[in-house]
């Protein structure tokens, strides 16, 4: 399967707390996605990071890319409890007309 | 639209019975795909339209399952002879840009909520 993997699959930490999850992929990759998803409805676009970057900021958002390890990871700094949601990270391959890869998603919640 | 929507947002339906989902994608989105959740899971890829061609149709799971496009806008998903492992959220998304190297950023609609009885 193609399909990629995060880690944890569920994270439950208290507001305030930073929360990191962890992507594999097996593809090669152009770019590096991560989407989130409230109560199993549709996905939110977060971050885009292109298989040239190492790092990308965006908000309480941090994205690393490590392309020799096929792995990304999704730090959210001080969070709240709005952020409890699904997680999931997407891979962009190299080849036109292939679309993205989504991962399986971690859980995470986040106690006030 | 400002958004892709999906309609209807929930069908319940007897075994054996035919369905049809719509998605509408957001207007000038060249691509649209679906995607099946089941719950508690990921998402799993079915089919996806440029234009209104389908160049990867590996995801879908039997010929119970097609889709088509048209006027490169709406899309409807029909799954014959539902079966009750088909209830699920099929979800729908649409991108200005083709898959590929380009990095599209998919936008998705509600899904809809199948209950196959």
């Known amino acids: 399967s193609q399909q990629g993997e995060e880690d944890p699959q569920a994270l439950s930490i208290q507001e305030g707390e930073n929360a990191t999850m962890n992507c594999s992929y097996k593809t090669s990759i152009n770019n590096l996605q991560w989407y989130r998803q409230n109560s199993g409805r549709g996905l939110v676009h977060l971050i885009l990071i292109r298989s040239n970057e190492r790092e990308k900021h965006s908000g309480r958002l941090r994205v690393t890319l490590d392309t020799s390890k096929k792995s990304s990871s999704l730090l959210i700094t001080a969070s709240r409890a709005a952020d409890t949601a699904s997680y999931f990270c997407a891979a962009g391959p190299n080849q036109a007309g292939t679309a993205l890869i989504f991962g399986k998603g971690t859980t995470l919640s986040v106690s006030s | 639209g400002a958004g892709v929507s999906q309609s209807p947002s929930n069908k319940v339906t007897e075994k054996g019975k035919d369905v049809e989902l719509r998605c ?46 048209t006027g490169e806008s709406v899309s409807t998903l029909t799954i014959q002879r539902t079966q009750q492992e088909d209830s699920a959220v099929y979800l729908c998304a649409s991108s200005f840009l083709a898959p590929g190297p380009g990095g599209e950023t998919q936008y998705f609609g509600p899904g809809t909520r199948l209950l196959v009885l």
Do not use: C, M, V
């Open chain 2, 24 to 69: 509408d994608p957001i207007s000038g989105h060249t691509a649209l795909y679906w995607y099946r959740q089941r719950l508690g899971q990921g998402l799993e890829f079915l089919i996806y339209f440029q234009g209104n061609s389908a160049p990867d149709k590996s995801g879908l799971p039997s010929d119970r399952f097609s889709a088509e496009r």
